[in-house]
């Protein structure tokens, strides 16, 4: 399996900075923002309250002035003398108070009304008339059509107010409605009708104090007749339901915040519009400059944290490099290692550079060793070749003497020897030949250490058949032979596997009368396993391991004859391919021997 990679310290260094840093950032600029986008909302909202209070004011003085001058006008006599003399023809007097009254630019109309509202008369700039009469005086002019006050004076919530404004055509007109009152007895009305016309000065002042993208609307406390001073308007929404509340609502233009209040001594409201995109502004500003430090202290950031992880990382790349160098055998790299450095990577590289020395020096003494073992080893391989070729020589020699001799005995004398001297004569060949199987057995378990495995693929099923035809046990035996997977490994070694697996199994199963062995494998997750069971005589699963050393049997020679290194040469066999082998019985139950190759 592929050793995963990871990302690089030189990498992961700067990046993580970089995303420290942007978190911090965007914490730090969206905390900051929504504080200042809060605080900003909230001057904003004070500023509109203050714009709308002082709007409110100015009004309320502006409509104090003009009621006291028109109340001190109805409270003249010659308006006071006409209700009292009335309908007798107009004095002189009262057309002196009217032309008082019209002298100002932006009145337009002067009339008199009874206590229950009706009018009794009335005057313009080109003439006065009275109910009933025609006009008196030089008409000049067509006079514009008033609208009816009567509801104003039936509603009046003083005796002296600014009443409703009202549309006529595209002018707008208001009046400025007084009580005369003589000996403190209410005589009538005097209603001084006004135009609605801002000067230039005054729309001047007015954007000043508002600013730009301000709103100023007055109009109707009932929410009837809107204005901006200068032409009807629709109003603004909802403040008339929700007086000295700041309200949020939507524009064309976008969000807006607006706030109203009603004008003391008038039917009128001023309501004040602020967009709230102007009130944020200084909030998108700070956001934009926080984008901008934000970007400039990123790239910052990365560049001091760059420099800080090469600062790091170049010793690490060397040492890293220092170490795969004294892998391969190549100690010229610690030259290259920093160690002057006065820090702990300074530190590791002198504790590197220590090792690598004792590592060299111990690799030398280590190949001085291997070298001084090896020729021992090649001396004692010598030595047990001499004493292979002894054993297969010198000692086969007088072997085959004693051999011979007990032949010659028993062919020559057997007739004349009792029966103690033929079993001592039998005895005598018998162990003879088992000597010499013993000696056979030796040699090639010794010459096997020096036998290099060739591996190959191995018909498992046919070798094992061949095996089985090789030793020819005999047809009381039932062997069965299943299918199993091919091997790679030496054909001629894993042969003699077979033939002592197999041979063992023939043996010890030949006391029985019904002699069964099934040679087969099983699949295991580790690879395939191949097996030879048989029902013969088995052992004690205890010493199962004793089974696989030189000259360790479980079962007498009288029981069954043997030299105790077949299965030790098995195990030998499977060792040199990497395999394994064990083995599972029960006595009387026969036994079972596992053995594994690597795939």
Known sequence: MPMKRNTSIRRQLPVLICLLLLVM??????ISYMAIRKASLAIGQQRLQSITEQLSGMLQQSGHNLTRGTGAVANSAGITDYFETQPSPLPGKTTEAFQKLLADTQTVWVELRDLQGRQLIWQGRSGTMAAGQGISGRETGKQPTIPDATRDLMEKTDSDFVGKLYRVGDSLYYPIIAMAVKDGKELGWLLQWRIVRSSSKAASDLSKLLGSKAALYVGNADGSLWTDLAQPVPGPLLVRENPRKIMHYDRPGGEVIAYALPIPGS????????????????????????????????????LIAWLISRNFTRPLYRLTRAAGSIEAGDYSALDDIDIDRRDELGELAMSFNSMAVRVHHTQEELEKKVQSRTQELEAVNKELEAFSYSV?????????????????????????????????????????????????????????GKREVRKQITNMKELAAATVAELSPGDKYHIDIAEMPWCKGDSDLLKQVWINLI????????????????????E??????????DNGAGFDNKYAEKLFKVFQRLHSHEEFEGTGIGLALVKRILDKHKGEIWADSTPGNGAVFYFRLPV
């Open 25 to 30: 950032i965007l914490l730090f600029g969206t």
């Open 267 to 302: 039917k009128w409201m001023v309501a004040v519009e602020l967009s709230q995109a102007l009130i944020l502004e200084a909030a998108g500003k700070f956001l934009n400059w926080m984008i901008g430090i934000g970007a400039f202290l990123i790239l910052l950031g990365s």
């Open 392 to 448: 297969s020589h010198d000692l086969r020699a007088p072997l085959r003497a004693v051999s011979g001799y007990a032949m010659m005995l028993k062919e020559d004398y057997e007739e004349s020897f009792d029966a103690e001297a033929k079993r001592i004569t039998g005895n005598i060949l018998v162990n003879v030949k088992m000597m010499g199987q013993l000696i056979d057995d030796l040699l090639a378990f010794s010459r096997l």
């Open 503 to 522: 041979g063992n199994a023939v043996k010890y199963s030949s006391k029985r009368t019904d002699p069964h062995i099934c040679i087969g494998s099983m």
């Open 524 to 533: 295991d997750a580790a690879g395939p396993i191949y097996f030879v069971r």
